[in-house]
């Protein structure tokens, strides 16, 4: 990093900030009266389910500075309490949401949650006869006593607190019981429906248990009851250097996640002060760390009653992803790729082609190895299939597992042991480095000799999120691109170093060095009268010394947008330090994924493709891909899809302020720097209100 980069002082935001801020955005789509309803609702259990991982991933080392009143680098008790104020004020608006907007909602549509006083005889008859068959014999109700002490309870799990008069069966007066729910029992249950009504009513879990606490204790008497809810610190550290085996250190550190450090306990709002403070004081919490929700206190669990609601009109309308542009179905992807790279734009396009090509590659008798990582792949993958397949039919398969993966270590770990049973080379990749690069690559005999095929992308080979992320798939058979990705492979299996490569960028080697680099020489152009321009797509920047580099570029004159959907540090038009940076976050129906880095000095422009985020971890403790895209047509292609669509977005994108906070860009009326890189926009193709329902409306149709 130059020392102009050092020296410059710019009041960065804060990141944990950045990425409640980040779910403020999500949130509005639960508000949005032009989404469908029952996607409303799933908007609200995404929010549950990223401050989940957020108290998972973000929140312990501001609890422990709290808790010990000292600061500790970043973390002190005054950053623990205002995150903690923040996030009591997305709960209260999420419940608002839920209570005063959704439920209403629902309940017009025919929908509706009965709660134990709403319930008529023949309800409550159903309700008592389905507690007593499928739910009560699940149940243990543990009464707290000496021998009994407080029990150890899971992350993230449904559980009540009870209190109770009179004695137990030994004459003592044990007060307190602990009752968990069992994570197999599911959290909402579909009623008979009235015969003639055409509404469909529901029962939660916790309303169920909640209305017969009293069956479970015979001949004491429930005064007091909260459901409740701990979340843990779940992010796994193992010391790679000291273990003879990271998957089985993996895997014992799996069955220890669920009791981590507590951070969080969410009770029911009408729950009392004596209950509250019993479980404050059981988890070692303080008073901020306690939630009292007025509904459910798991809206993550939305997820299976939205599921069980028949009514199409309340969902957003299927979407059929076509075939790629460039691919003819049935034709052979080797000869197809002899003629030049393929851009597969993810979900408009069908990631089926990606394993349509693996097919092809196992089932062809001439395809001698295939190399792949595996980041995510999901919890059932037709990709580990067919390499086991291809192990099979005798070819050499060599597969980079990242174990470290996280929230999907059980997952690849089982895979990598699938693997190695059929006889694949797994390895996993280098000591301390996340393996987060996207490559397959295919060596195949042809009569001119070997000839290797590739596919890179900036998301995850998981065919589940391949249709709900937006994402670039490149296919390739480059003798540069798959030279280099043949060095990656063999450095990642041997360890060896890496000589230098003809056109891929790697991180932690080079990568974020070619960033700051070509930063730097946009504002040097600028400087000089030239005319320079910078737009960056990812998921989160947060990497201080690339900040820093586009303050001073935006210094220098650089016009610079970033699309950044996430976390942003570095904040927008402060006079004197960012007056030419423009941040916009495009909030969707698909998740933004794709990271896509454009940059222009006079007459030269570069156009990259890559997995990393640019993110401290992503640079400097990951293995990361960045990959040029020098075919002209395709580079303009990823410029209209990818860089001019989210600038010219006035439905879905926010703009950042100064001061951290965002506003709507409809309400701005903003497009960046008009209208961002050179060439024709997207919006010439397809009317454009919204980036992703006109690439919808591009792809689509041909689905």
Known sequence: MS?????????????????LAFNERVMDWARRPDVPLLERLRYLSIVSSNLDEFFEVRMAPHMTAAQANEQRGPYTAQSFEQLADKVHDLVSQQYAIYNDELLPLLEKKGIKLIAHGERNPRQRRWVKEFFIKQVQPLLMPVGLDPSHPFPQVANKSLNFIVRLTGKDAFGRENEIAIVKVPRILPRFFRMPPVKGSKQTHFVSISSLIRSHLNDLFPGRQVTEFS???VTRHSDLAVDEEEVKNLRTALRKGLQQRHYGQALRLEVSAGCSVHLSNFLLEQFGLPDRALYRVPGPVNLVRLNQLIDQVDAPALRFGAYHAGWPAQLTPGQSYFERLRR??????????????????????????????????????????????????????????????ELKARFDEEANINYAERLESVGAQVVYGVVGLKTHAKMLLVTRREASGLRRYAHVATGNYNPATARLYTDISYLTADDALTADLEQIFLHLASQNRLPKLNKA???????????????????????????????????????????????????????????????????????????????RSVIGRLLEHSRVFY???????????????????????????????????????????????CLHDTKDAW???????????????GNGHGGGPGGKALQGRVKLLSAQSSLMALYGSRG
Request: with cysteine.
């Open 3 to 19: 020392s102009n980069h050092q020296h410059l002082k710019l009041p960065f935001l804060d990141r944990d900030h950045s990425i």
């Open 227 to 229: 459901q409740f809810r």
């Open 340 to 401: 030049g790279d393929v851009l597969i734009h993810q979900p408009y396009e069908s990631f089926d082609a990606v394993l349509a090509f693996l097919r092809e590659a196992v089932e062809d008798p001439d395809v001698l190895a295939i190399k792949q990582t595996i980041y995510r792949t999901g919890a059932k993958s037709e990709m580990m299939d067919l390499l086991r397949e291809a192990v099979r039919r005798g070819k050499e398969v060599t597969a980079v597992v």
């Open 505 to 583: 960028l790697i991180a932690p080697f080079h990568l974020h060095k070619a960033m700051l680099d070509r930063v730097d020489a946009a504002g040097a152009a600028a400087k000089a009268g030239k005319d320079a321009r910078i737009v960056l797509k990812m998921n989160a920047l947060t990497d201080e010394p690339l900040a820093r580099a586009l303050a001073l570029a935006s210094q220098q004159g650089v016009k610079i947008d970033l699309i950044v959907r996430g976390a942003c540090i570095l904040p927008a038009q402060v006079p004197g330090f960012t007056d030419n940076v423009r941040v």
């Open 599 to 645: 940059f222009r000095t006079g007459e030269d422009e570069e156009l990259w493709l890559s997995s990393a985020d640019w993110m401290n971890r992503n640079m400097l403790r990951r293995i990361e891909l960045a990959w040029p895209v020098t075919d002209a047509a395709l580079r303009q292609r990823i410029i209209d899809e990818c860089l001019q669509a």
């Open 655 to 669: 703009l950042l302020r100064p001061d951290g906070s965002y506003v709507p860009a409809s309400a701005n009326g």
